[in-house]
T-cell receptor, first 110, second 115 residues
């Protein structure tokens, strides 16, 4: 297993703006998952993109994957106060481990 | 809604005490995980299991131990708690064989304070 490295560490945006965060990883993957963590709580799965997919949408979320650059991005469109949270990526390889990096902390200002 | 439960939610305990943090899931998932996370910081994988009677150490060395006697139960034990063990502990589970690509479900966490 491996852990992703999210960038930036922190992001502050106005309500209604878009938020973009990136994830880089080191070795080949089966899929990459994005999770959200609201303050002090457990993580919630947002979206999974497989290694043979380049883009995936779910509601206001858009995820891209570039396996040649070993990177992924998560875009949240038309952000809301409820999107304030930490976001983590999890690159998944052929093993059972599930590791996370430090995450991107997003603050949406009213 | 995820059916994975952690108890207690909060625990304040004295140094030297033995504690067990409980984690149970009713989804029949083979894989289970324990993470340690200080406020606003990275999640560190400390233990994981891919089935009954299997346990592995994670990325971060921990003085805690785990057991997996039943599929649904993955308790974490600290034999002698110390202030350095003060942290939040998160448990997660995900489906097993043939479903390595699926999502993980997390409990609400146990916030442990050792005084």
């Amino acid at each position: 297993s491996q852990q992703g490295e999210e960038d930036p560490q922190a992001l502050s945006i106005q309500e209604g703006e878009n938020a973009t965060m990136n994830c880089s990883y080191k070795t080949s993957i089966n899929n990459l998952q994005w999770y959200r963590q609201n303050s002090g709580r457990g993580l919630v799965h947002l979206i999974l993109i497989r290694s043979n997919e380049r883009e995936k949408h779910s509601g206001r979320l858009r995820v891209t994957l570039d396996t040649s650059k070993k990177s992924s991005s998560l875009l949240i469109t038309a952000s809301r106060a409820a999107d304030t949270a930490s976001y983590f990526c999890a690159p998944r390889s052929n093993d059972y481990k599930l590791s996370f990096g430090a995450g991107t902390t997003v603050t949406v200002r009213a | 809604e995820a059916d994975i439960y952690q108890t207690p939610r909060y625990l304040v305990i004295g140094t030297g005490k033995k504690i067990t943090l409980e984690c149970s899931q009713t989804m029949g998932h083979d894989k289970m995980y324990w993470y340690q996370q200080d406020p606003g910081m990275e999640l560190h994988l400390i233990h994981y299991s891919y089935g009954v009677n299997s346990t592995e150490k994670g990325d971060l060395s921990s003085e805690s131990t785990v057991s997996r006697i039943r599929t649904e139960h993955f308790p974490l034990t600290l034999e002698s708690a110390r202030p350095s063990h003060t942290s939040q502990y998160l448990c997660a589970s995900s489906p097993g064989t043939g479903a390595m690509n699926t999502e993980a479900f997390f409990g609400q966490g146990t916030r442990l304070t050792v005084v």
